[in-house]
């Protein structure tokens, strides 16, 4: 019997295909993204741009969520780094749990087999209390929450009885609480601070990239914001120029019903800046409806990747 000596190798191709580097026209993302989702609430970036090169740094600083009707840099981050394989991606998070929220009063709840249910999911300040309310219980000491599900469960050493009705009051974020002005943004007159669509101005200083590409996918098609992101295109931080991205209405008594409607939409509406791309319609991707001016930002950034991350624009254009 023969046998073959040495080491041999053998190739074989992979699924896992690493997101094409572009950055010819970095694009950055203005909007609001499921951050009650991450644990420490000190670590919630709200407010803050974030540099990200895959889906898998998006969730691990942004969380994750389908909803993208309530969570627009989720569709973004869908699109660029699922769809078109691109990056990488500034994300600016407007949503900020601790003012944007609803709070829900304390009601009863019973534990039934030691645990409760709670109406929203990843609660925040969770109180508990008994049915007097003159005893507060103690998260981990007398109960447990997954905060995923708004499963709380009693802890057998605890204080809580097995089937004891109990008071419960918590809050939950509520992205339908953000507006465009926060998506404008401004800078605070004593702090400095800046927010929403000002923080522009501080990707070159953090990141040495040059703003390329700025969009805010959902929010656009309102006047107030479309206008104020083409005037931040035309002067980041005093020196440089990008394109703004939006999209024209298309849903409501004034949006346009066709493609020839469109230039008096934008006319009437004062979308006539030279760095403004106006999109129409929408783009469904299976089954699923994405704004067009994210698509548009990613498609850039691909033909730039098959280009030598050279800006290209084809002859058809």
Known sequence: MSYRHGIYIQEKATTLVPTRKVYSRLPVVVGTAPVQKIEAAAERPVNEPKLCFT????????????????????????????????????????????????????????????????????PMNLVVKDSTQETTYVLDTDYSLNRASGLVTRISTG????????????????????????????????????????????????????????????????????????????????????????????????????????????????????????CWPQVMVGGVVHHLSSHVAALSLQVDAENGDIPFVSPSN
Do not use: M
């Not at 691990?60 to 990056?87: H, K, M, P, R």
């Not at 998070?93 to 929203?120: C, I, M, R, Y």
């Open 159 to 278: 204080s809580i009885a097995e089937d004891e009705t109990v008071k419960v009051s918590y809050d939950y974020a509520d992205p339908s609480a953000v507006t465009g002005t926060d998506i404008i943004g401004g800078v605070d007159g004593t702090t400095g601070a800046a927010t929403g669509l000002e923080l522009v101005n501080q990707v070159f200083p953090r990141f040495r990239k040059v703003p390329g590409q700025i969009l805010a996918p959902g929010w656009t098609h309102d006047p107030a914001v479309g206008i104020y992101l083409a005037a931040k295109a035309g002067n980041v931080s005093g020196h440089f120029r990008a394109a703004a991205l939006v999209d024209a209405q298309v849903s409501g008594t004034d949006a346009p019903e066709g493609y020839t409607e469109v230039p008096a939409w934008k006319k009437d509406n004062n979308y006539t800046d030279e760095d403004l791309t106006v």
């Open 55 to 122: 889906q898998a740094e998006f969730s691990a600083a942004f969380g994750s969520s389908a909803d993208f009707a309530s969570y627009t840099l989720c569709e973004a981050a869908e699109i660029f780094f699922n769809l078109y394989n691109v990056g990488p991606v500034v994300f600016v998070n407007v949503l900020d749990p601790s003012t944007h929220k609803q709070s829900v009063e304390a009601g009863d709840k019973t534990f039934a087999s030691g645990a409760l249910t709670l109406d929203h999911v990843y």
